[in-house]
C-alpha cells in the first residue's frame, strides 16, 4: 500500500462573533476520490475519508452483495494516485463472472448511498431476514451510546465525522469514522468481516440518522440492532420492520425510542 494523505488537515480561519473577531486554525476532515475497482474497472468512486481503505473496500464489497464473504477476494492493493486512491481488487473467477452481468458505474458525494443507480429495483431492494433471539436491556443501549463519543477521535478533532461501531459485552469490538455515514459503516463492515467477527451478536450503534440503505447495509452483515442518534425515515422502519431487525432511534443520554421488534429490548 501507498502512503496516503493525512484524515484530517489544519486550516486558517477567522472567528467573528459579537464581541469581535480573531484570526486562528480549524482542523477540518479530508475527503478524497476513492475508486472501488474489480478486475481493473472502476465499479464506483465514492468521496470519503483517507483511513482505513481495506476495510472501506472489503465492507463496500459485502454491504453492496457484491461478495458473500471476504475470502471471494483473492487479492486487494491500494494505491494512490494524483487523483485519489484506488482499490484494486481481484475476485474469484465466479464471482468475477457475476459482477459482469450486473456491472455499474456511480460517482457518489461524501454521504450519498445510492447515487447512480440504475434502477428503482435496485434502490429499493429488500433488506436481508435477520433472524436472531438476542435481547439487551435499556442500560446496555445508555452506556454503548456514551462510549461511541469516546471513541470518536476524527470527530472530536473536526466535529464533522461520522461513527459506525459494533458493540459486544461492554465495549465497542470496532468502530470506523468518515465525513460519509454510509462509508463509515462500509468500514465497519470491512473492519469485521477481516477479522472473521460476526455482527449477529453485537448492537450497531450509528451517529446519524437512519435511513433505507443503511438498513440494507446492516442486514447485509446480519445486525439485529440497530441505535441511531437521529432520527430514522419512515422506508427505513418498513425495510427493518419486514426483515426482523430492531431499530432504537432518536437516542440520547437520558432517552430512547424503539421503532421496531421491541421485544428485543428489555425495559
Known amino acids: 500500500m501507498t502512503t496516503l494523505p493525512s484524515n484530517h488537515v489544519t486550516v486558517p480561519r477567522r472567528l467573528i462573533t459579537h464581541e469581535g473577531a480573531r ?9 478524497t476520490a ?29 454491504t453492496e452483495r457484491i461478495i458473500e464473504d471476504v475470502a471471494e477476494i483473492i487479492e486487494l492493493e491500494v494505491v494512490a494516485i494524483p487523483l485519489g486512491i484506488e482499490t484494486r481488487m481481484t475476485l474469484s473467477s465466479n464471482r468475477d463472472d457475476q459482477l459482469l452481468s450486473r456491472r455499474r458505474r456511480h460517482a457518489g458525494p461524501a454521504g450519498c448511498g445510492l447515487c447512480g443507480i440504475e434502477s428503482l429495483e435496485a434502490a429499493v431492494a429488500a433488506p436481508i431476514p435477520v ?27 473536526t466535529h464533522a465525522a461520522h461513527a459506525a461501531g459494533l458493540w459486544m459485552g461492554d465495549d465497542f469490538l470496532a468502530v470506523r469514522e ?90
Open 178 to 267: 468518515d465525513v460519509g455515514r454510509h462509508n463509515a459503516l462500509d468500514k465497519l463492515a470491512g473492519a469485521l468481516a477481516r477479522a472473521k467477527t460476526a455482527a449477529s451478536s453485537g448492537i450497531l450503534v450509528l451517529s446519524s440518522r437512519l435511513s433505507i440503505e443503511l438498513v440494507q447495509k446492516a442486514s447485509s452483515i446480519g445486525c439485529p440492532i440497530v441505535v441511531a442518534v437521529s432520527a430514522p425515515t419512515a422506508f427505513a422502519l418498513r425495510a427493518a420492520e419486514e426483515c426482523g431487525m430492531t431499530v432504537v432511534a432518536v437516542a440520547r443520554s437520558d432517552s430512547l425510542e424503539v421503532f421496531t421488534h421491541a421485544e428485543r429490548i428489555v425495559e
Open 34 to 62: 476513492i475508486a472501488i475497482t474489480f478486475g481493473r474497472t472502476t465499479y464506483a468512486v465514492m468521496m470519503a475519508t483517507p483511513a482505513d481503505i481495506e476495510d472501506f473496500a472489503v465492507g463496500f464489497s459485502l
Open 23 to 31: 484570526s486562528g486554525t480549524r482542523i477540518v476532515p479530508e475527503e
Open 131 to 157: 433472524a436472531s433471539s438476542m435481547r439487551v436491556s435499556r442500560d446496555v443501549i445508555f452506556r454503548a451510546l456514551g462510549h461511541l463519543r469516546e471513541k470518536q477521535a476524527l470527530n472530536a478533532k
